[in-house]
Protein backbone atom coordinates (compact mmCIF):
# COMPACT_ATOMS: atom_id res chain seq x y z
CA UNK A 1 0.00 0.00 0.00
CA UNK A 2 0.97 3.46 -0.67
CA UNK A 3 2.33 6.03 1.54
CA UNK A 4 -1.22 7.88 0.92
CA UNK A 5 -3.39 5.45 1.65
CA UNK A 6 -1.85 5.07 4.49
CA UNK A 7 -2.28 8.24 6.44
CA UNK A 8 -5.56 8.59 4.76
CA UNK A 9 -6.52 5.52 6.37
CA UNK A 10 -4.94 6.60 9.85
CA UNK A 11 -6.58 10.34 8.80
CA UNK A 12 -10.02 8.12 8.78
CA UNK A 13 -9.36 6.11 11.84
CA UNK A 14 -7.62 8.91 14.29
CA UNK A 15 -11.26 10.75 12.87
CA UNK A 16 -12.87 7.93 14.13
CA UNK A 17 -11.23 7.74 17.40
CA UNK A 18 -12.04 11.53 18.11
CA UNK A 19 -15.45 11.36 16.85
CA UNK A 20 -16.63 8.37 18.96
CA UNK A 21 -14.39 9.59 21.61
CA UNK A 22 -16.25 13.01 21.22
CA UNK A 23 -19.57 11.25 21.27
CA UNK A 24 -18.91 9.33 24.26
CA UNK A 25 -17.46 12.31 26.19
CA UNK A 26 -20.91 14.33 25.06
CA UNK A 27 -23.03 11.02 25.65
CA UNK A 28 -21.37 10.89 29.26
CA UNK A 29 -21.76 14.50 30.00
CA UNK A 30 -25.76 14.44 29.14
CA UNK A 31 -26.55 11.27 30.72
CA UNK A 32 -24.58 12.95 33.99
CA UNK A 33 -26.75 15.74 33.48
CA UNK A 34 -29.47 14.40 33.10
CA UNK A 35 -28.74 11.45 36.18
CA UNK A 36 -28.00 15.08 38.18
CA UNK A 37 -30.95 16.17 37.63
CA UNK A 38 -32.79 12.93 38.38
CA UNK A 39 -30.70 12.84 42.06
CA UNK A 40 -31.46 16.58 42.53
CA UNK A 41 -35.15 15.65 42.04
CA UNK A 42 -35.03 12.69 44.05
CA UNK A 43 -32.88 14.42 46.75
CA UNK A 44 -35.95 17.35 46.72
CA UNK A 45 -38.60 14.55 47.13
CA UNK A 46 -36.57 12.83 50.08
CA UNK A 47 -36.06 16.53 51.92
CA UNK A 48 -39.54 17.41 51.29
CA UNK A 49 -40.66 14.06 52.47
CA UNK A 50 -38.32 14.48 55.43
CA UNK A 51 -39.55 17.55 56.44
CA UNK A 52 -43.18 16.74 56.18
CA UNK A 53 -42.49 13.52 58.31
CA UNK A 54 -40.49 15.73 60.62
CA UNK A 55 -43.62 18.48 60.93
CA UNK A 56 -46.00 15.32 62.03
CA UNK A 57 -43.49 14.17 64.01
CA UNK A 58 -43.32 17.19 66.00
CA UNK A 59 -47.44 17.32 65.60
CA UNK A 60 -47.53 13.93 66.99
CA UNK A 61 -45.38 14.47 69.70
CA UNK A 62 -46.81 18.46 71.08
CA UNK A 63 -49.73 16.35 70.85
CA UNK A 64 -49.01 13.84 73.20
CA UNK A 65 -47.39 16.79 75.41
CA UNK A 66 -50.71 18.26 75.48
CA UNK A 67 -52.17 14.76 76.32
CA UNK A 68 -49.88 13.72 78.87
CA UNK A 69 -50.02 17.42 80.47
CA UNK A 70 -54.41 17.61 80.58
CA UNK A 71 -53.63 13.39 82.37
CA UNK A 72 -51.42 14.53 84.74
CA UNK A 73 -54.02 17.38 85.84
CA UNK A 74 -56.82 15.56 86.00
CA UNK A 75 -54.62 13.58 88.23
CA UNK A 76 -53.64 16.10 90.52
CA UNK A 77 -57.30 17.16 90.95
CA UNK A 78 -58.21 13.44 91.59
CA UNK A 79 -55.30 13.58 93.87
CA UNK A 80 -56.35 16.78 95.61
CA UNK A 81 -60.35 15.28 96.07
CA UNK A 82 -58.95 11.84 97.65
CA UNK A 83 -56.60 13.09 99.99
CA UNK A 84 -59.53 15.68 101.07
CA UNK A 85 -61.68 12.36 101.42
CA UNK A 86 -59.03 10.75 103.64
CA UNK A 87 -58.67 13.53 106.07
CA UNK A 88 -62.74 13.37 106.21
CA UNK A 89 -62.09 9.87 106.69
CA UNK A 90 -59.53 9.96 109.71
CA UNK A 91 -61.70 12.69 111.28
CA UNK A 92 -64.57 10.28 111.42
CA UNK A 93 -62.17 7.48 113.09
CA UNK A 94 -60.69 10.02 115.75
CA UNK A 95 -64.24 11.70 116.16
CA UNK A 96 -65.55 7.50 116.64
CA UNK A 97 -63.00 6.87 119.10
CA UNK A 98 -63.30 9.82 120.98
CA UNK A 99 -66.69 8.90 121.34
CA UNK A 100 -66.53 5.20 122.24
CA UNK A 101 -63.55 6.20 124.83
CA UNK A 102 -65.71 8.67 126.81
CA UNK A 103 -68.38 5.75 126.96
CA UNK A 104 -66.29 3.34 128.14
CA UNK A 105 -64.66 5.88 130.70
CA UNK A 106 -68.16 7.01 131.71
CA UNK A 107 -68.80 3.08 132.31
CA UNK A 108 -65.60 2.31 134.25
CA UNK A 109 -66.64 5.39 136.33
CA UNK A 110 -70.00 4.15 137.14
CA UNK A 111 -71.59 7.47 135.79
CA UNK A 112 -73.33 5.75 132.98
CA UNK A 113 -75.02 2.12 133.52
CA UNK A 114 -76.28 0.45 130.59
CA UNK A 115 -79.64 -1.38 130.46
CA UNK A 116 -81.73 -3.19 128.50
CA UNK A 117 -86.01 -3.64 128.81
CA UNK A 118 -87.22 -7.14 130.34
CA UNK A 119 -90.20 -8.14 129.32
CA UNK A 120 -92.24 -8.88 132.33
CA UNK A 121 -94.49 -11.64 132.03
CA UNK A 122 -91.39 -13.48 131.06
CA UNK A 123 -90.53 -13.53 134.45
CA UNK A 124 -94.22 -13.81 135.93
CA UNK A 125 -95.20 -17.58 137.27
CA UNK A 126 -97.41 -19.24 135.01
CA UNK A 127 -100.86 -18.52 135.66
CA UNK A 128 -100.09 -16.04 137.88
CA UNK A 129 -101.51 -12.60 137.46
CA UNK A 130 -101.35 -11.10 140.81
CA UNK A 131 -104.59 -9.72 140.76
CA UNK A 132 -103.77 -7.32 138.47
CA UNK A 133 -105.14 -8.14 134.81
CA UNK A 134 -103.19 -6.70 132.02
CA UNK A 135 -104.70 -4.20 130.19
CA UNK A 136 -105.87 -4.55 126.39
CA UNK A 137 -104.20 -1.40 124.92
CA UNK A 138 -101.10 -1.50 126.69
CA UNK A 139 -98.81 -3.81 125.49
CA UNK A 140 -96.44 -1.27 123.22
CA UNK A 141 -95.73 1.21 126.15
CA UNK A 142 -92.49 1.88 127.76
CA UNK A 143 -93.28 4.49 130.24
CA UNK A 144 -93.08 1.86 133.77
CA UNK A 145 -91.63 -1.33 131.84
CA UNK A 146 -89.07 -3.06 133.43
CA UNK A 147 -85.61 -2.61 132.89
CA UNK A 148 -82.24 -4.65 133.90
CA UNK A 149 -78.70 -3.07 134.27
CA UNK A 150 -75.63 -4.89 132.41
CA UNK A 151 -72.68 -5.79 134.00
CA UNK A 152 -69.99 -3.43 133.99
CA UNK A 153 -67.79 -6.09 132.02
CA UNK A 154 -70.29 -6.66 129.25
CA UNK A 155 -71.36 -3.98 129.20
CA UNK A 156 -67.73 -2.71 128.34
CA UNK A 157 -67.74 -5.63 125.76
CA UNK A 158 -71.22 -4.42 124.19
CA UNK A 159 -69.29 -0.48 123.51
CA UNK A 160 -66.24 -2.61 122.24
CA UNK A 161 -68.41 -4.16 119.83
CA UNK A 162 -70.15 -1.04 118.66
CA UNK A 163 -67.05 0.61 118.39
CA UNK A 164 -65.73 -1.75 115.83
CA UNK A 165 -68.60 -1.37 113.97
CA UNK A 166 -68.30 1.97 113.68
CA UNK A 167 -64.90 2.10 112.64
CA UNK A 168 -66.18 -0.48 109.92
CA UNK A 169 -69.25 1.50 108.64
CA UNK A 170 -66.57 4.51 108.19
CA UNK A 171 -64.13 2.47 106.18
CA UNK A 172 -66.96 1.50 104.21
CA UNK A 173 -68.28 4.67 103.42
CA UNK A 174 -64.49 5.59 102.73
CA UNK A 175 -64.07 3.08 100.40
CA UNK A 176 -67.37 3.54 98.66
CA UNK A 177 -66.43 7.21 98.40
CA UNK A 178 -63.28 6.84 97.05
CA UNK A 179 -64.24 4.30 94.37
CA UNK A 180 -67.10 6.89 93.02
CA UNK A 181 -64.16 9.45 92.71
CA UNK A 182 -62.26 7.15 90.51
CA UNK A 183 -65.23 5.51 88.54
CA UNK A 184 -65.86 8.92 88.21
CA UNK A 185 -62.60 9.94 86.42
Not at 37 to 50: C, H, I, M, R, T
Not at 94 to 117: G, I
Not at 120 to 134: I, K, Y
Amino acid sequence: MPLNWRIALLAVAVGLYAGGRGAWVWQASEYGKQLAEQAAGYVQQLADSDRAHGREREEAAAAALNQLAEQKAQRKVLEARLQEQGKTHWREINDAQETQARLRDRLAAADLRLSVLVDARAFACPGCDGGVRESAGTRGLVHGAVRAQLDPANAQRIVAITNEGDRGLIALRACQAYIREVSQR
